[in-house]
């Protein structure tokens, strides 16, 4: 059974750092974009990052560019988001998800009902 699993998320002071995972079981990451989307109280869902599969390259919204950082570890199956200068506006709940076929992330339009989603881990950026 195909399942994401994030965490890693946690409670921390603006300015601070948090790495999160997210790991697959079920499947293999190596060929698949994966994306970090995060969503905050009363907000639509948006991308923040995404890293194509087999070795391709990394995106990031403008607003976390030169902040967040995105990476795998293929061995452990697992991709990761650094998250450095956390801001009070990074909080929100951050989910990983996949695409249901190999693509690049810039012809994926991330859909819930028909990609893979993790259940979420919560970040709040607050003093």
């Known amino acids: 059974q195909l399942q994401l699993v994030e965490s890693g998320g946690g409670l921390v002071q603006p300015g601070g750092s948090l790495r999160l995972s997210c790991t697959a079981s079920?499947?293999?990451?190596?060929?698949?974009?994966v994306g970090w989307f995060r969503q905050a109280p009363a907000k639509a869902r948006e991308g923040v990052s995404c890293?194509?599969?087999?070795?391709?390259?990394?995106h990031y919204a403008d607003d976390v560019k030169g902040r967040f950082t995105i990476s795998r570890d293929n061995a452990k199956n697992t991709v990761y988001l650094e998250m450095n200068s956390l801001k009070p506006e990074d909080s929100a709940v951050y989910y990983c998800?996949?695409?249901?076929?190999?693509?690049?992330?810039?012809?994926?339009?991330?859909?819930?009902?028909?990609?893979?989603w993790g259940q979420g881990t919560q970040v709040t950026v607050s003093s």
């Open positions: 890293s194509d599969g087999s070795g391709g390259i990394s």
């Open positions: 998800a996949v695409p249901r076929d190999v693509r690049l992330c810039s012809t994926w339009y991330a859909s819930l009902e028909d990609d893979y």
């Open positions: 079920g499947f293999s990451l190596d060929d698949y974009s």
